[in-house]
């Protein structure tokens, strides 16, 4: 298969650290996208196949070091996208991804401090050239994530990391965005839910007027 291939249809990721909000959108996005008559799949990384998400319960369930998690991850986005994205793509299907690879930039690179120079050899061998057609990045201070994170559920042991450890994921968003300005748009996620929404919604029939 040929990853080159350019899209058919939309490739969406949302990106944020635990307890942005991100994921609690991605159901609205989808339902607006479909009431417009697009196909649309909602999917996540890591995991979006049977493979990919086994690798994910190894990811956030076992101890490793920062080389073997960002392998795993890279090699279960290499099954989502041969498996899933792209076929989607190609048929003209809207993707919808809760998190992509700036999330190994900002997990494993900036929280973790692993090697920046191999992550991006690993986009490159992985994608072959693919990346998001717009990427929403929730952003939300660390503390006022924690306090989601802490109502909301049991942690994972990424989850469980400190403060300080989502205070540098959040600079390694940053970072990206400034890399790729055209691709990303900050979504201030300290608002309420329906703020929040509104900035999504904007941003969507910005970039797609005609949809």
């Not at 490739?11 to 635990?18: A, M």
């Not at 929040?196 to 941003?203: A, D, I, R």
């Amino acid at each position: 298969m040929n990853l080159k291939t350019p899209p058919a249809g939309r490739f969406i990721t949302l990106e944020g650290i635990d307890g942005a909000g991100k994921s609690s959108h991605l159901e609205a996005l989808r339902q607006w996208c479909a009431d417009r008559g697009c196909e649309v799949l909602v999917t996540r990384e890591p995991g979006g196949t049977a493979l990919a998400e086994r690798l994910r319960e190894l990811v956030l369930h076992e101890p490793m070091d920062p080389l073997t998690e960002a392998l795993l991850v890279f090699a279960a986005r290499r099954d989502h996208l041969v498996q899933v994205i792209e076929p989607a793509l190609a048929r003209g299907a809207w993707v919808l991804c809760d998190r992509f690879t700036d999330a190994s930039f900002a997990y494993q690179g900036a929280g973790r401090g692993f090697d920046l120079a191999l992550l991006r050899t690993l986009e490159q061998w992985v994608q072959q050239g693919r990346q998001p057609d717009l990427t929403l990045w929730f952003d939300a201070p660390a503390e006022l994530a924690a306090q989601r994170r802490t109502a909301a559920r049991s942690p994972d042991r990424f989850e469980a990391m400190d403060t300080a450890f989502f205070q540098r994921v959040s600079s390694g968003y940053g970072a990206r965005a400034a890399a790729e300005p055209k691709r990303f748009v900050r979504v201030d996620a300290s608002l309420q839910r329906e703020a929040v929404w509104q900035q999504v919604l904007s941003t969507i029939t910005s970039r797609w007027p005609a949809l």
